[in-house]
Nanobody, 125 residues
């Protein structure tokens, strides 16, 4: 069974850091691009970042550029999202998903599948 599991969320003060993990089971992650998304209360889900399979090309939403870094450790079958300089507006449930087309376009959520259950990130002011 193909499954993605997010972890690493929590409560942090503004300016702090968290590292989220997206671990795959049932398939080899290095063959797939992965995207990170988030959904704040009362808001639509939005793309945050993505990384392609093989060549590791990355892409970021403007709101997180320079603060978040996506990376992958194929040996651990895991993709990470390092989040620094966190702001209260980063508060959301964060999800990872596999990039079905390996295009790394987080604006096209229909291109992503095998969504995880999400991990809560709360940034206090």
């Amino acid at each position: 069974q193909v499954q993605l599991v997010e972890s690493g969320g929590g409560l942090v003060q503004a300016g702090g850091s968290l590292r989220l993990s997206c671990t795959a089971s049932g398939f080899t992650l290095n063959y797939y691009g992965i995207g990170w998304f988030r959904q704040a209360p009362g808001k639509a889900r939005e793309g945050v970042s993505c990384i392609t399979a093989n060549d590791g090309v990355t892409n970021y939403a403007d709101s997180v550029k320079g603060r978040f870094t996506i990376s992958r450790d194929n040996a651990k079958n895991t993709v990470y999202l390092q989040m620094n300089s966190l702001k209260p507006e980063d508060t959301a449930v964060y999800y990872c998903a596999s990039d079905l087309l390996n295009l790394c376009d987080v604006g096209s959520m229909n291109d992503f599948g095998s969504w995880g259950q999400g991990t809560q990130v709360t940034v206090s002011s």
